[in-house]
């Protein structure tokens, strides 16, 4: 497909435990974002990536929490030791080049429900 | 710091009647400002965008919105609302050198036949 493609859609983990989640973006796409949205909430930024350089993980809530991309395109989202609170959807978005007005393209994101 | 404020939670319109949804930002420097909608089990789509310029923005599905800076406000708006533009509306401000947007926490629209 042509757009941003994230797996798994629902995640269901036990409190504890580590999780994984893929992001696809678009080919081509230099840009890449992880966005956490939390029920009736707007997204919330976690962390920017250009190619494959982390450029910014500011809006990572704690050192459980890790992102990489490692060859600029799929990039993996990864939760260590779940908690109750990691519980939202977790969406990923890309663009096309690095500009700062440049429009996102979502993926349907990952909800994570952890028990 | 950059904040955005979406003062309803809700706006319910009539079909063919127009709709306005409210946004007010706050940013360091000059505001690069998006709407987005978000339809069920969908992602986040672009609606449009305020770079520089003219203070009206056209974008999809016949929506614009007006930048003010006095006010800074950024409302999106449409003529003539259809039950196909119920869904989930959210406005998002930049000012950041990687374009990490902040968004407002949505307003959720419903178009009643």
């Known amino acids: 497909g042509a757009g941003v493609s994230q797996s798994p859609r629902y995640k269901v983990a036990k409190r504890g435990q580590d999780v994984a989640l893929r992001c696809d973006p678009i080919?081509?796409?230099?840009?890449l974002f992880w966005y956490q949205q939390a029920l009736g909430q707007g997204p919330e930024f976690l962390t920017y990536?250009?190619?494959?350089?982390?450029?910014?993980k500011s809006g990572l809530p704690s050192d459980r929490f890790f992102a990489e991309r490692p060859e600029g395109s799929v990039s993996t989202l990864k939760i260590q030791r779940t908690q109750q609170e990691d519980s939202a959807v977790y969406l990923c978005?890309?663009?096309?080049?690095?500009?700062?007005?440049?429009?996102?393209?979502f993926g349907s994101g990952t909800q994570l429900s952890v028990l | 710091a950059q904040s955005v404020a979406q003062p309803e939670d809700q706006v319910n319109v009539a079909e063919g009647n127009p709709l306005t949804v409210k946004c007010t930002y706050s940013v360091s420097g000059n505001p690069y400002l998006f709407w987005y909608v978000q339809y069920p089990n969908r992602g986040l789509q672009f609606l449009l965008k305020y770079i520089t310029g003219d203070n009206l923005v056209k974008g999809s599905y016949g929506f614009e919105a007006e930048f003010n800076k006095s006010q800074t406000s950024f409302h999106l708006k449409k003529p003539s609302a259809l039950v196909s533009d119920s869904a989930l509306y959210f406005c998002a401000v930049t000012g950041d050198s990687w374009g990490k947007l902040q968004f407002g926490a949505g307003t959720q629209v419903v178009v009643t036949p």
């Open positions: 080919s081509g796409h230099v840009s």
């Open positions: 978005a890309s663009s096309l080049g690095t500009a700062v007005n440049e429009k996102l393209f």
């Open positions: 990536f250009q190619n494959e350089a982390q450029l910014d």
